[in-house]
């Protein structure tokens, strides 16, 4: 990530802060007309590198979690839950709960691979495409409207994994 | 990345992507549909490949 990263951050913050969460603040209520998504300028660069040598960290934002050691994320907050969570790859899906209250859950309880792509990604290691899988999956839950707390709080945690697991590559999957 | 937003992710401009007519909360594909799920993955991963930025790349599948 790069100084493109916050390119319009400031003007974008004094949009949300005099519009939407003033809103928020006056109502205790959500005005989605008053929201302006993320418009960036530029994309960031970078190198193509070799699948079948690099190091791969799935960071999904389905709100996938550990029940049996971590606290579920406060899905029903209507500013957003910035923390992330990590659980490692080889968890079984059964072991995994999902704390995120804004898109449908039937598909990925059904099969937790329409978003945590895991037993796939195991393959194409086991088949030499990609060349590791980092053995911690990071995610996060995917009700984020204040973008400089994204980019503070949890781009910043993803950004310490990235770094201390030496990876190579991020799949990111949105929910 | 890879998503089923064509216009939030337009505008957040990810380094490489593929986008598809997919739902929100089937990402990746349908539920059990092994194939589906790894065609998009594929197509997604092997973009890593290419020297950024990439266009983004709209896949058939829904």
Redesign the interface.
Same mark, same amino acid.
């Given at each position: 990530m790069s100084s493109q990263d916050n390119e319009n951050l400031e003007r974008w913050t004094e949009h949300f802060q005099k519009g939407w969460l003033k809103n928020f603040v006056d109502t205790k209520s959500i005005d989605w007309k008053l929201y302006k998504y993320v418009r960036n300028e530029q994309t960031v660069s970078g190198k193509g590198l070799e699948l079948s040598k690099a190091r791969l960290l799935l960071v999904s934002s389905a709100g996938a979690y550990l029940p049996s050691r971590d606290k579920p994320f406060y899905a029903a907050n209507l500013l957003g839950d910035y923390t992330i969570r990590t659980f490692p790859a080889s968890t079984p899906f059964s072991e995994l709960e999902y704390a995120h209250d804004h898109y449908d859950q039937t598909s990925v309880r059904d099969d937790a691979q329409v978003l945590l792509p895991l037993n796939h990604l195991r393959n194409l290691v086991d088949e030499k495409v990609i060349g590791s899988l980092s053995e911690t999956v990071v995610s996060f839950m995917g009700y984020q409207p204040w973008v400089g707390r994204v980019m503070k709080k949890t781009l910043t945690a993803i950004r310490k994994i990235v770094q201390e697991e030496a990876i190579d590559a991020v799949l990111l999957v949105p929910s | 990345?890879?998503?089923w937003?064509a216009?939030?992710i337009r505008?957040?401009?990810?380094?490489r992507g593929t986008i598809t007519a997919l739902q929100?909360?089937?990402?990746?594909?349908?539920?059990?549909d +092994?194939a589906q799920?790894?065609r998009v993955?594929?197509e997604?991963?092997?973009l890593? +490949?290419?020297?950024?930025?990439v266009e983004l790349v709209r896949l058939n599948e829904k």
């Open positions: - | 990345m890879t998503s937003n216009g939030i505008g957040i401009k990810p380094p929100r909360g089937m990402t990746l594909g349908h539920p059990h +092994e799920q790894k993955l594929m997604t991963l092997k890593l +490949e290419l020297d950024a930025p």
